[in-house]
Every structure is written in structure tokens, then in C-alpha cells.
């Protein structure tokens, strides 16, 4: 006979946290939201903390190298979407373990014998009016010039006037040495009133641009999550088919973690790809799998080697495979369950695996109500979608700007290793839908508010760590009246005349 279990499937939006004691120490300037990625022994640091307890969806519409960046910069991590070839996923790790606060690689790139009418079309497509003339064209090709909006016409020169007529060429050209901190760069746009420093190898070959207001931009970031080297951290996902490929390009690529995404991971596939990894790797590399929803799922991954573990399945916002297949879980209970498997394993064993509540978060006090029942750090792909820094279009739907948000598991993404069940290479149906989400502007000021508030909630429970909240929060469910109560209610709203 089938086995039932006692509990009913419940989500964040059922509970509500009771506040504890709060001291004068609890003040959100002293609460603290590192939290460990990784396992680790008790008592010791893990290998890779966040500074935020945030990572960022293994999804087309989400995690690309810019959307990397900028949540890296804010103490957050985000997992380079795996549905790509294996070259250009590599790529985009390389971009992000190439930036520098300040150091930006050209993304507007010529070569000499290119024409006015090529430079005009290019700035109309990046919106970038400094454009580096190379060798080859390449951004990191021998530089031999430089383009901006002060050498040409647009009314009055001839379209096909080659570039190498009218760009500044190299030797009157102020460059700078690869190996320069910002500050020393701008010093010198600042000696030579310039607007762009090129910073050159010793070959010659351009490395980056350093533009005269991007200054200062590093101060703003104290959470910066960098490692040893000074690189941002970033993370890739992977799949259990073509790993032993992927995985050494993306570590050749600089890599600092990789995940195994899939929507059921309770899998001998994944556990196949986990042993592949620790054999080859030993602890040099780091990684996730997932997703499983009970503890049965979580102990099968973590004897495979698994280094965190993500929970859920069904309840990302773009999310059918519940309605599809009927498999998943109440995103609350799933945590819930796998937590104390976590906690059992640490008990035993003294080695605390992580696990990420992934899917299904909408409010802000979501956040902290998932964190409270014990995840450690949270995956979340609508929050990010709705950025300026996520790689979708924003388009204008009636009088809203939103940006678009679709599933690995849609026919757009074409993500089939994701619900890969063996057999041949083909996604059997939808498991996600293309949708929109409203568009939210910077990821910086949208941080800003979601921590603020999760600080706040933070010192009613009379916690300032993660650790804290999770061993002392106080949790209760509610009733669907009681939720109706937690709103504003029985007023007339004054904005809604
Ligand atoms: P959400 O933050 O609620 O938008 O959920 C994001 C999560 O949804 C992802 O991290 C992933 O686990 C899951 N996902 C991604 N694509 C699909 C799908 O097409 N079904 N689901």
C-alpha cells in the first residue's frame, strides 16, 4: 500500500512568526545575514560564505553574467544558466571573473578599416559612444584606436569613411598599464582631463576601459562577495548528461561553484554526476544538487557528495510541473522536512550541509519565514527577473513596464536536461510558462528595501544572525480569516479613489 503522510503541504503564506524578546542590541545596523554556501565541519568556516543570503535562479531569463555582477557586488551569488552551449556558458563566467569594480571590457569594438557608417550603427545598437579599434575587432585584440562621439559628423561626414581616417590613433592615444588600481587610473584621467583611460597589456592589447564616472562605484558595495583573488564569486548550473564536458570548461572558465539544476533530483543520474566530480575534483570544486522536497532526497544527495542541497519542486512562480505531473510539495512543509534532515545529519555526523529554499518566494517576509524555518540561503528567479540587470526584454504593456520571465521547462527555454527522466533528447512537454513580471528597476535600490525589511523582522524575533533566527524563531500557522485580518481591512483605501 502506498504510504500517506500525516502532514498537509503548506506554503510561506500560511504562517506568520511571533516576535521574541528584542534587546538593544537587535538594532538592524548590527544584524548580520552571512551565511554559509557550502559544508563544513562544526566549528569551522565554510569554504564560500554570502554576505546575502540570496542566489539567483539557474535560468535563461535570469542569470546571465550582468544580473551575476551586480548580485555579486550586493554579497549574493547567482548560478549561470546551464540551457546554453557549453562555450557560451563558459564565456559568461569568464566575464564575470574578468570584471573589475571600475575595469569594464569594451563591448563596442572596431577594426581600422571598419566605416563611420559601421560606428554609427554600432552605437546605435549598444548606446555606448566610446568604441575601441582593434587589430581584429575583438575586445581584447592589439589596440590601434579609439572612436568617440568628438571625431565624426553624423550630418556631414561621408558614411564610408574608413575609421582609421578619423579615429584618435594609438600613439596619441593616453593608455594606461594592466596592473593599475583604480585609483591610479584615475589619476591620470584626471591629470590628462580624459573621459576613458584604455588599459593595455604589455602586449598592447586593450584589457579594459576605465571611464571617468565610474570612480568611486566600488566604495558603495561593503558586501562585496570576492575571493582571494579579488574576482567576484560566481556560480554555473549543470546537468547530469554532458557534465564531463561542462564542468572542466566552466572550472577552466574560473568557476568558484557549480550546481546540478533539475527539477527532480532525486536521481541516480545526479548521484552518478556527483561521484564523477568528487572523484575528479576532490574539494577544489564545489557543488550543489537538488531539487528534493523530503529527507530521504536530502540524505541520498549528501552521501553522493553534494556540498548543498536545493529544496523544492512546483512552486516557482512560472512553475506547472505540479499541475503537469503531480509531484512536488508545499514549499513550507519541503523546508521544513528537509531541514530537520540536516539537522539530524549534523547531530550524527558533525558536518553541517546547507540547503537553499528555491521557488515559490513573493513577499518580502516570505524571505525571512523561509530562513527562520531553516534554509540557509534562498534561490529566487522572479525577484531577479523584474531587474534592469536581468538579460530579458522590458517592453511596455498598457501604461506598466514589465520584463519578460519564462521556465527552463517552456518550450522557449527547450531546457529538456532539466526534466531529463533518460530516453532521448527532447523536453516531452511544458513543465514552465513564458510570462511577464513588472519591471522593478535597479537590483541596488530593490535590495535595499527586501533586506531592510528582513533586518526589521530580524530584531522583533530578537535575532541578528541567521544562526540565531533559525534555533530560536517562534512560527505559527494561520488561519485563511486570520490572513484576511493581516491586511488592511474594514477602510476605505484613499489610493484606490
Ligand atoms: P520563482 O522564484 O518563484 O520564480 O522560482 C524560480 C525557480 O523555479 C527556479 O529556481 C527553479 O527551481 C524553478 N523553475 C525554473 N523553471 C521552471 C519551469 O519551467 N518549471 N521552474
Redesign the pocket.
Known sequence: MAIYLNDVSRTFGEYLLIPGLTTKECTPANVSLKTPLVKHKAGEKAAIELNIPFVS???QSVSGPDLAIELARNGGLSFIFGSQTIESQAEMVRKVKKFKAGFVVSDSNLTPNHTLKDVIALVKKTGHSTIGITEDGTPNGKLLGMVTSRDYRVEKDDPATPVKEFMTPFSKLIVGELGVTLKEANQIIWEHKLNTLPIIDQNQNLQYFVFRKDYDSHHENPNELSGKDKTLLVGAGINTRDYKERVPALVEAGVDVVCIDS?DGYSEWQSDTLHWIKETYGDKLLVGAG?VVDQEGFNYLVEAGADFV?V?IG???????REQKGIGRGQATALIDVARARDAYYEKTGIYVPICS?????HDYHMVLALAMGADFL?????F?RFDESPTKKLKIGNNFVKE??????NR?K?WQ?YDMGGNEALKF????DSYVPYAGKMKDNLEVTLGKIKATMCSCGSITIEQLQKSAKITLVSSTSIVEGGAHDVILKDQN
Open positions: 535562479a539557474i535560468m527539477s531539487n536545493k523544492g512552486g516557482g512562480s512560472i512553475c506547472i510541473t528555491d521557488g515559490g518566494l513573493v534561490m529566487m528567479g522572479r525577484y527577473a520571465y519564462w521556465g527552463e521547462g517552456s527555454a531546457n532539466r511544458e513543465e514552465g510558462v
